[in-house]
T-cell receptor
């Protein structure tokens, strides 16, 4: 399974873009990059995923480098409610299905 | 849609007692996952099912833990006997399938074993 590396914590000013990096240098060609977040005391929440191309939805944008060894999650206008732990996950396939492994994530603090 | 439903939300029990956690996945989802989260170990996948069949239980810590999915709308995670080190938040999640589909998590059950 490809491993991911994320900074343990980051700060961001409210209203500014939050750019959360993730390294996944051993990613395989058929593995997707997923992002989830977990707000305190809640279950993780899916944000976005991608394979090669950049992706955007109502929550965020995902930028994947051409060599796919790293990616960046962008929250374009961070709010206080975006304070959470953000997990970058590479979806690994094993016999019978896909297995999702969560790492330590990045704790994002959005400050007023 | 009501989302993934878990019960109870909080459970306090004494060491040695049996604990049963329950999960109702989102209707139409055919994959179900059980996770455990602690400060020390983070979020760990315990077991997952596809079409009610256990696919990978390699994350189940030991024989005291067992999980079942008797039908598409219900799953249980049982701990017998419980120990203080089992204290954690247990999450259930479901997805449309085994593939690239995103997982939707329930609110979790906070288990405290004294």
């Amino acid at each position: 399974d490809a491993k991911t590396t994320q900074p343990p914590s980051m700060d961001c000013a409210e209203g500014r873009a939050a750019n959360l990096p993730c390294n996944h240098s051993t990613i395989s060609g058929n593995e997707y990059v997923y992002w989830y977040r977990q707000i305190h005391s809640q279950g993780p929440q899916y944000i976005i995923h991608g394979l090669k191309n950049n992706e955007t939805n109502e929550m965020a944008s995902l930028i994947i480098t051409e060599d796919r060894k790293s990616s960046t999650l962008i929250l374009p206008h961070a709010t206080l409610r975006d304070t959470a732990v953000y997990y970058c996950i590479v979806r690994a396939r094993n016999t019978g299905g896909f297995k999702t492994i969560f790492g330590a994530g990045t704790r994002l603090f959005v400050k007023a | 849609d009501a989302g993934v439903i878990q019960s109870p939300r909080h459970e306090v029990t004494e060491m040695g007692q049996e604990v049963t956690l329950r999960c109702k996945p989102i209707s139409g989802h055919n994959s179900l996952f059980w996770y455990r989260q602690t400060m020390m170990r983070g979020l760990e996948l315990l077991i997952y099912f596809n079409n009610n069949v256990p696919i990978d239980d390699s994350g189940m810590p030991e024989d005291r833990f067992s999980a079942k999915m008797p039908n598409a709308s219900f799953s249980t995670l049982k701990i017998q006997p419980s120990e203080p080190r089992d204290s954690a938040v247990y999450f259930c999640a479901s997805s449309k399938g085994q593939g690239i589909y995103e997982q939707y998590f329930g609110p979790g059950t906070r288990l405290t074993v004294t």
